[in-house]
């Protein structure tokens, strides 16, 4: 069936820049997604991407996509202690369901 | 902006109990969602919801588990008997529908079954 995997951790210092990095098997994914979940809150989504596309860029994101390799990755510029929280990539085939990933739980060290 | 807010955000009940959890989607939202993420693990979807009827549900979404939207606000998860195995983090999500699929959660009820 189909799966998303994601590293559990990353800690980075502030100001440096963080990538988070996530597998998928789903060949038929139309959109993938990053989430970022905060303490205490929903699920919020972040940034998406189309299947047919390589690279999107927004703000303080880019996320690539090598659908060759089902690899999807999200690099945050100039991580700040806000960007701490939980990180979950996302996919979805175009039918009712979403899939995540168990999350990255990113620290940014002042 | 409008939000999902979900009730309560935490509850503890004893196994074999009955336990609603409530959700009250976003008021233009079409579709609708439980998800659930035991500690640890990941985020997985239980079902989803379009126009009065389950449009898909996954394995776990078993017998005991329904969900009922009985008026034009609120969207509930009824466990029917609950089980250790159901303590977990339960996420409602809506959307509209549209191509993106882009969910809106809630922030969730801690279910502790004890």
């Known amino acids: 069936g189909e799966d998303v995997e994601q590293s559990l951790f990353l800690s980075v210092r502030e100001g440096d820049s963080s990538v988070i990095n996530c597998t998928y098997t789903d060949s038929s994914s139309t959109y993938l997604y990053w989430y970022k979940q905060e303490p205490g809150a929903g699920l919020q989504l972040l940034t998406y991407?189309?299947?047919?596309?390589d690279m999107k860029q927004d703000q303080r994101l880019t996320v690539l996509l090598n659908k060759k390799d089902k690899h999807l990755s999200m690099r945050i510029a100039d991580t700040q202690t806000g960007d701490s929280a939980i990180y979950f990539c996302a996919e979805t085939g175009g039918g009712f369901k979403t899939i995540f990933g168990a999350g990255t739980r990113l620290f940014v060290k002042a | 902006e409008p939000e999902v807010t979900q009730t309560p955000s935490h509850q503890v009940t004893q196994m074999g109990q009955e336990v609603i959890l409530r959700c009250v989607p976003i008021?233009?939202?079409?579709?609708f969602y439980w998800y659930r993420q035991i500690l640890g693990q990941k985020v997985e979807f239980l079902v989803s919801f379009y126009n009065n009827e389950i449009s898909e549900k996954s394995e776990i979404f078993d017998d005991q588990f329904s969900v009922e939207r009985p008026d034009g606000s609120n969207f509930t998860l009824k466990i029917r008997s609950t089980k250790l195995e159901d303590s977990a983090m339960y996420f409602c999500?809506?959307?509209?529908?549209?191509?993106?699929?882009?969910?809106?959660f809630g922030s969730g009820t801690q279910l502790s079954v004890l």
């Open positions: 991407i189309f299947s047919n596309m």
């Open positions: 999500a809506s959307s509209t529908g549209q191509e993106n699929e882009k969910l809106f």
């Open positions: 008021s233009n939202h079409l579709y």
